[in-house]
């Protein structure tokens, strides 16, 4: 009877992988707490030099405003839902510790495990169970950095 090969996941760099979970958890924060700019167009004609280029080149800039102002903040928004369903579908604790990660006005990670977590728990669980929930959250949006071999 052949044995079945099981493949081995790669190590994951925990430092890089940190820093592109805390990148795509701090444009979230970004996203939730600064609202949506929209652009208008200018209404003064702007003439360009054009030497020796094509001059038939017709750009339509209201357009490109519009279609920007259209799917900006839906873009946004669909990134914020993501990170909630990723977040929600965490084991509790992890989930409990995610959520007080995205909060607007961020609290200190002691405060998170003496006081968030009922009952508290031990500065190394707290990392371990962070740790866990970073790496979920890497591999969900596809931002995990591999160690290089």
């Known amino acids: 009877m ?5 493949p081995q996941m790669q190590e994951l760099d925990r430092k890089r992988t940190q820093a592109a979970v805390d990148d795509a958890l701090e444009k979230y924060r970004f996203f939730k ?3 949506f700019e929209a652009r208008e167009t200018s209404v003064t004609a702007s003439y360009q030099d054009r030497p ?8 339509d800039k ?3 405003i519009a279609v920007y102002n259209v799917d900006e903040p839906e873009k946004r928004k669909l ?11 965490l084991p509790q604790r992890e989930r409990i510790l995610m959520a007080e990660l995205i909060k607007k006005d961020r609290v200190y990670n002691y405060v998170v495990y003496n006081q968030v977590f009922d009952p ?3 500065e190394y669980t707290f990392y371990k169970v962070k740790w866990e929930a970073t790496k979920k959250l890497a ?6 950095v ?3 071999q």
């Open 2 to 6: 052949e044995q079945m090969i099981i």
């Open 33 to 35: 707490t600064i609202t």
């Open 52 to 59: 020796q280029g094509a001059t038939n080149h017709i750009t």
């Open 62 to 64: 209201t357009a490109g």
């Open 79 to 89: 990134y914020c839902e993501r990170i909630e369903q990723i977040i929600d579908h």
């Open 120 to 122: 508290p728990i031990s």
């Open 139 to 144: 591999y969900a949006l596809n931002i995990q």
């Open 146 to 148: 591999f160690k290089e």
